[in-house]
């Protein structure tokens, strides 16, 4: 008698010398076929009529899908283990005599087991039946006896219920619309009110005390910090000779900030172009808008433009905030972007030039409140960028804020800064 053997094992070396071996030394007892791969086993066991399925405990294979007319043995590396889970096991590395004889014995003794296992599922699947039946039959009796008692009470009791349900779901129903009328006039109201927020969106200006103090970076890690599926956030950057590209991809631009601006300054801006310039960044979580080779325009017509631009934006419904980037010298627009700020962030290094470029300008705004009966001043805030202890000291102004100071971040790249400084509390603590 030969029986037909297929084996799985993911030592396809282990599996190849097994297979030798069992061929050329016990082709008599066993009939070997391997499978290359888990998809291939079902076909292999089908066309052969395979006996035994063997197959490496480690690999992750439905055994359920193995044909009942197969017997399943495990292959395991354990010498101690002979069944798991009521299948057997039967150990990879002992000799291939006793592999093959275990295999053999397995299969030879299927048909048999099988039968008896069969025999057995059929009597007690009988026993059981029978059992039931009787139970369902003595149960059915003890129904009927006292059906006849029990349906008058149910028909007075579900008449009774049936009343009180009706009456349960008629103030259910009632207060389901009010509820319903309540949330809907809620949600209306919170939809308007964040609409009514979002036509003069907060804005939040950053400027540099001078080159490379980081207003960019800073203004930036802001947006990072809190851009999420509640706030949206669009970044703008005023600055002539800006560093965007450094930070964003800039590849895409439907319509030109030079356009945008130019048309502010007409009045002719609509949504719809303003809409084409903006763009998604992706990495950040926030949308920005490409100044680059804008720098006459900015100059010409920001001034004028600004205040159309802002309002386009409000008519968009769409943001919660604007983080602006200002250029360092104060001028008629920094003060166009202050008129509707939130705050201003002076960006220094502490450092006596940056800390006296900071108190300058914050002096001119001091001054442009008086003349114009304004309180510019009182948005004023500072915030200390590399900043390093024995070099550097922080403001003291009466009535300018200082949020904190950063030291040097020494990274190596550009986006590995931003991802520090955005996870800094400080910025955090900005947004109001």
């Known amino acids: 008698m030969q029986i037909r053997v297929a084996i799985l094992d993911q030592d396809q070396n282990y599996q190849n010398r097994v297979l030798v071996a069992l061929r050329e030394r016990f082709s008599k ?129 579900l008449e009774a219920e049936r009343k009180a349900e009706e009456e349960r779901l008629e103030a259910e129903r009632k207060a389901a619309e009010e509820e319903q009328k309540r949330l809907e006039e809620e949600r209306k109201a919170e939809e308007e009110r964040i609409r009514e927020k979002r036509r003069t969106p907060d804005v939040y200006a950053f400027i540099s005390a001078g080159n490379s103090e980081g207003s960019t970076t800073a203004g930036i890690s802001l947006g990072i910090a809190n851009a999420d599926s509640d706030t949206n956030i669009l970044y703008l950057d005023f600055k002539q000779f800006s560093t965007m590209r450094r930070f964003f991809d800039v590849s895409r631009t439907d319509v030109p900030f030079s356009d945008i601006l130019t048309k502010a300054a007409n009045g002719e801006l609509t949504k719809e172009d303003l809409e084409k310039a903006i763009i998604t960044d992706m990495k950040f979580g926030f949308d920005f808008i490409n100044n680059e080779d804008c720098a006459f325009e900015l100059v010409m017509y920001l001034e004028n433009g600004f205040k159309k631009l802002y309002e386009t934006i409000g008519e968009l419904e769409k943001y919660d905030i604007i983080i602006v980037n200002l250029e360092s010298a104060i001028s008629k627009i920094n003060f166009s972007v202050l008129d509707v700020a939130k705050k201003v962030i002076f960006v220094g290094s502490g450092l006596p030039d940056s800390n006296k470029n900071i108190e300058r300008n914050i002096e001119i705004i001091r001054k442009y409140d008086e003349v114009n009966d304004c309180s510019y001043v ?55």
């Open 378 to 432: 009182e948005k004023a805030n500072i915030l200390y960028n590399r900043f390093v202890n024995r070099n550097c000291s922080v403001l003291h102004l009466s009535d300018v804020n200082v949020i904190g100071e950063i030291n040097v971040i020494k990274e190596k790249t550009e986006q590995r800064v931003l991802d520090t400084m955005s996870k800094m509390a400080i910025f955090g603590q900005i947004v109001e």
């Open 29 to 157: 007892k066993l009939q070997v076929f391997p499978c290359n791969s888990t998809e291939d086993v079902l076909s292999v066991i089908e066309s052969h009529e395979v006996k035994v399925f063997a197959i490496n405990k480690m690999i992750n294979y439905d055994i359920s899908q193995i044909p009942e007319e197969c017997a399943v043995v495990y292959l395991s590396e354990l010498k101690s283990v002979k069944e798991e889970d009521g299948t057997p096991v039967v150990c990879k590395y002992q000799k291939v005599k006793d592999i093959a004889n275990e295999l053999y014995n397995i299969g030879k003794n299927y048909d048999k087991l099988l039968a008896e296992k069969k025999e057995a599922e059929r009597k007690a699947e009988e026993e059981r039946l029978e059992a039931e039946r009787k139970a369902e039959e003595e149960r059915l009796e003890a129904e009927r006896k006292s059906e006849e008692e029990r349906r008058k009470a149910e028909e007075e009791r």
